[in-house]
Structure formats: structure tokens, C-alpha cells
């Protein structure tokens, strides 16, 4: 693996095949901590932040095909991972995998489709609630919660929009409360990270092993979306996981970890 300039990736495990994490928006390769803990005893994890989230730079413009090119830089060819990606980062992996399928050795989609989405709308939602909060005053984060509870009514959502409000120098050096994700950055570009760039792809194909994992209590993955992703995914398996939504990973983690680590041991036919 190379180091890119400008990413922040986490290491776990030092032995055993390489396998890739990529959170969705707003989220951060933290998310994958837990998995990652309990891979590493057989496996080198690592978990990126992709570009205007968590300690990774910020960038002037977000595009699916150029980020997934920035984290392609990140793999060698010799070594090619497992690669994971949840939501926006299902979208950046499976980018990769059509644009280099040489770098990806197998590829695990969890709850998005390869398909535009109609909720650009929702995602503004919450970067203006966000961005509405008075940080200057802010004393504790208890009181940035309640604040957002108004137009962020999920607390579950909450608490992990949450999780990208930090207390530290800031960026541009003064201290106190900060949004760490690029939340101007992401709100302009949301038609391109809600959109799927079908015209710029062109008639790839990953012909590697995909598994497909979706929340049966989510509506990210729908039958609708089976002739998309069986065009350019054909050699995919699809698994939905019970009493679980759209972050299946933290909502039923035992049991999300249980079927990856049967796709990452699965032989390669």
C-alpha cells in the first residue's frame, strides 16, 4: 500500500490479506473500528478517510470518479485488497473497482445501489441544521445535541452527525468547537455525491466476486435496483441482514462481521 498525500488511513493487523474500508458522508474511518479490531488477528485492515471528512484534507471540488481515483493511488497492484465500502463510500468503491478492477480483489457493497439517489435534499437538511449551530457559544457538546434535535430528529442520525464536531485548533489555527467534514464543501457538491456518473463509466464491468449487503428495515437497496447492479456487477451475491437499517455494520455488528469474514475467505473462482 502507498501513502497519498492529504488522506488519513488507520492501520490494524499485520499479517493475513488486505482488506479496505470507506464510511459513507459524513462519517469517518473510525466508524470501522470495531470490525477492524476483529479482522485484525488474520487480516491488515485499513480505514480511510475520504477526502473532506474526518482528518483528511479538504478538497475544492468532490466527485465520485476523482475521489475513487485518489483512493485507487492508495493500493498496489501487487497487493490488491478486499475492498468495503458503506453508502457514499460503496459509491467511491464501486467507482474503483469499474474504473482499476486490476487493484480490487474482491468487493463487499453495504446498502447503496449503482444508482442516482433523490435525496440531495435530506443531506442539506442536515448541513444546514449543522451549520446553523452557534459554536462560538457552545459550552458542551450535550448542548449541540439538543440544538440539533429540532431538525435532526433521528437521535441515532444525530449522534453520528455529531461524532464530526470536535474541540481543538481549529483548521485555521484558533481553538474551540469546529466541524471537522467540510460541510460547505459537501453541501455544494451533494448533486455529485447523490448522482451516479453512468455516462463516464461507459460500459465497465467488474468482473471480480461482489457481495452485497443491505438493512432489511432500509430502502437503499430496492429490487429496482437488481438490473444495475447484476450490469456491472455480474458475478455478485446479495444478503440482507434482519432488525437492521442503513448502518447495518453498527446496528448488528456480530452478524454483519460473521457474513464479511465468509466473503473475505471464500476462495476466488
Known sequence: MNDVPGLNIT???????????LHGLFGQGRNWTGIAKALA??????LIDLP??????WTEHFDLLTVADLIADVFDAGDPPALVGHSLGGKVAMVLALRRPELVERLCVVDIAPVAYERASEFAGY?????????????????AEAALAGAVGNPAV???????????????GSSGWYWQANLAGLGRDLPAITSWPADRLGAASYPGPVLWMSGANSDYVTPEHAPAMDRLFPHNRRVTIKNAGHWLHSEQPEVFLEVLERFLEAPRT
Not at 448541513?127 to 448542548?143: K, N, V, W
Not at 444525530?158 to 485555521?172: E, G, I, K
Open 41 to 46: 488477528p488474520h487480516h491488515r485492515v485499513l
Open 127 to 143: 448541513i444546514e441544521a449543522m451549520c446553523g449551530l452557534d459554536l462560538e457559544t457552545l459550552s458542551q457538546r450535550a448542548d
Open 52 to 57: 473532506d471528512h474526518g482528518r483528511s484534507a
Open 158 to 172: 444525530r449522534s453520528f452527525l455529531l461524532q464530526n464536531l470536535r474541540r481543538d485548533t481549529r483548521p485555521d
Open 11 to 21: 492501520q490494524y493487523g499485520e499479517d493475513g490479506t488486505r482488506v479496505v474500508f
